[in-house]
């Protein structure tokens, strides 16, 4: 199982005890956390969410006041043989231990700014396809819209929003949009697997 939460911020111990308790209860293999909002992460901090066994993790630290990128996976199920930073997004690079499945995990938090999010997903477009027919997996907070029925302004008109530049992305990349279940105190934006 997969986890993927934008927590807005881990610094707190409260939020760090909310996420081990998700931890906990659902078992994942590997979590994916956004907007940390942390500078640097170690393993006492791991082991806050995660609890001191079977625990591998990397991170991407957040650059003004927000981001942050934090990836825990359980090494008795994944092994992670690389890790790699790019601009908003974290790759781990292994395989599932018992199914002996070779992996590409990218863990995103896209910037709100138009083109800088056109930037990223132009970049991560270019290393999808290098990947070849490799298995792949996008998980994160994209800040984007797959239709204008999914967000609506506060005063409740519609918000014209870059949701053709997102689903073309997607197509582009050949990956395919899992329905999330999502929790009503805990969101997780989009997901793609190719």
């Not at 993927?4 to 707190?12: A, I, K, T, Y």
């Not at 999010?117 to 792949?136: D, E, F, H, Y």
Request: proline residues 3%; glycine residues 8%.
């Amino acid at each position: 199982m997969l986890l993927s939460w934008n927590v807005r911020g881990l610094g707190g111990l409260e939020k760090r005890k909310e996420v081990k308790e998700l931890v906990s209860e659902k078992y994942p293999f590997v979590l994916c956390l956004q907007e940390t909002k942390m500078q640097s992460i170690d393993d006492f901090v791991c082991t806050t969410i995660w609890g001191s066994l079977n625990c591998g993790y990397s991170f991407s630290p957040f650059v003004g006041t927000s981001g942050g990128l934090l990836t825990v996976w359980n090494t008795s199920e994944v092994e992670v043989w690389a890790s790699s930073r790019g601009n908003h997004f974290l790759l781990i690079h292994g395989r599932f231990i018992k199914s002996n499945v070779e992996f590409h995990l990218f863990n995103v938090y896209a910037p709100c700014d138009q083109r800088a999010k056109q930037t990223l997903c132009t970049s991560l477009c270019a290393r999808i396809q290098s990947l070849g027919s490799c298995n792949v997996c996008l998980c994160g907070d994209f800040n984007s819209i797959r239709s204008l029925e999914e967000r609506r302004s506060v005063r409740g008109s519609q918000v014209v929003d870059d949701y053709a530049p997102f689903n073309d992305f997607i197509d582009v990349c050949v990956l395919v949009n899992l329905p999330l279940v999502v929790e009503s105190s805990r969101g997780t934006r989009e997901m793609g697997v190719r």
